[in-house]
């Protein structure tokens, strides 16, 4: 049976501007600690407005994102602004389709960056951490590196890594291998498998199919703003239970 | 000191400063319906594939885009009568070095524009049997006149700001007016202070229109 | 052309117009310096919420884009002494005036550099719990510089020439010099030729460098 929610959202209700354009209209959404959630979706659909949402990145219109119980996001009253836990944000770590390193900083400075200025750690101790979280991951050699000298594949590994440093509770990858060639993609996903085995929970927006079926333990469909369907992926591929949803496996398996 | 600002002073030989914006104005278009003009065909010989065009073209533009246009103006008034025996009138050399160096400003940024022009077009062109002149008179300069039109606009915008430069040898423009009036009226902060805001008055709606043509461009040329 | 050309007798003026070189070279250095920190507090207050600041740092920046340069400075010259009630000296002026301008120029080249920082890098800090003060001077700061250096690089050669519009108020710079030798020898073709080719020689390479700038830069950013 699974254990109390770890996350949870409730009422999710977006728009841009100002009502214009309808982003989410009353999201619910569930995820345990031991789950590793992939949402899959056509574009547009909202996929990653909800991860920026659960990230503090852009404000909600109504409703509520709970971690561990305890209220995260709230939305404000009327035309006051939501209300962020600054403390748990800090514990969810995000990272982006485009790699976002910062190209000044060498991979070691991208890596202590936050920890140093932000969180009061001493630099020799961050500089530590950070080479062992590189040497666990095999970018060891890339240390002093900057990132226009990285591939594709070795810049999303050490945004991973720069995330990573923060020790999030749970860590959220928004297309984080869209953007790459098909022979690095395997490098970044290999990565997510070894956090998903040592137990990290995770959200993963993404288009990879294969991902979805052999790693997530759920998939949820994300059209029209609302989670239309979710379940296990055995389950959930072989049985669709809408017919949307199985239009869109079927397209995209297609694709593939 | 004692300085009482009173504006009757200006106002009340504001016609004179008319006729010295009439200059100004006059300066401006005919400068800039050269620069327009040849700036273009500049623009044209320095994609040239004679070397010895290209460089010519080149160093027209190098020089009147690396020199104060201070000495340009200068060197006109003064040298040109030497050199070459002619005898114009001020007015007609300052327009001509003023003309001079918006062409090659201009032509700077055709060639910046022509160069955008996706390979792709040109290939289509050729693909469609166009000729030299019908390629560059039906797809060159559309497309380089459309990219180039910010830039244009913002070099109008300078060169009618430089034309001010002319006062200096003796032109009765603006700004020569506005320094006669200075001097006579001894009110140098409200003569200067209105003339200044003539030119704005004049530069900055033209320069809100280069906002506009950039933002259409972004949106147009999306393909 | 009856003009007889002769070059001997500048060599008994170089080292005058070597001085006048020293000047304005002085002058734009001191004024790139003052101007680009000035300019970019001002693409700071820019990017402000107030909208008074906001308000303040946009009028300043159009009023000294949409007048000439050479009735900004009259006006600093003329009657900035007057409205402060101090005596300002030829140098400080030209530092005020230049300056002024300076700041204005690049603050719109701080304000694109900032711009090109893309909205992910916003996001990844936030995403880092990354401290504000932290994110501007580490992350935004940094970046905004080596973005901007290109294009000020070419903002200084606009300074360099504009520089030249100190001699229209008695200071003596290159051009003022140059103009007082050609005026007392008679000569103005040869000695106003050299002054010109001193400009291009130091302006030329410099626009040159601002491509290679660029390019370097541009590589070592954009991943």
Redesign the interface.
Known sequence: MRDQSFVRINGLHKSFGQGAVQVFTGLDLEMSRQDRLVVIGPSGGGKSTLL?CI???DPIDAGEIRIDGKPYVSAGEGSQKNRID?AI??Q?????Q????????SVIGNLI??PV???GEAKAGATQRATALLERFGLADKARS???Q?SGGQ?QRVAIA??LM?EPRLMMFDEVTSALDPELVVEVEHMMVELAEQGMPMIVVTHDMWFAKNIATRVAFCAGGVILEQGEPAEFFSNPKLSRTRDFIVNVLRAA | MDYHLNFFFVLRDFDKLLDGLVVTLKLTVLANAMGLSLGFGVALLLGSPVRVVRWTATAFVEFFRCTPALIQIVWFFYCVPILFDVFLDAETMGLLALGLNLTAFNAEAYRAAIQAIPRAHLDASIALGLGWRARILHVVFPQALRMAVPVLITNAIGCFQQSALVALVAVSDLMYQAKTLSTQTYRPIETFTVVALIYLAISFPISQLVTYFERRNIRQMGG | MTYHFSFGFMLDYWSALLIGLTTTLELTLICVVLGALLGFVVSLMRTSESRLIYAIGSVYVELFRGTPVLIQIFWIFFCLPIVLHVEIGNLSSAIIALSLYMAAISSETFRAAMKAISREQHDACVALGLAPLAKITRVIFPQTILRAIPTLLSNTVSLFKESSLVSAVGMSDLLYVGQNIATRTFHPVEILTTVAFIYFAIAFPLTRAVTVVEQRLLRKIDA
């Open positions: 920026r990230m503090g990145l600054r944000q800090r969810v770590g995000m990272v982006f485009h790699y976002t390193l910062f190209p000044h900083l960056l936050a200025t932000s969180r900057y990132p226009a990285l810049k720069r995330a923060l």
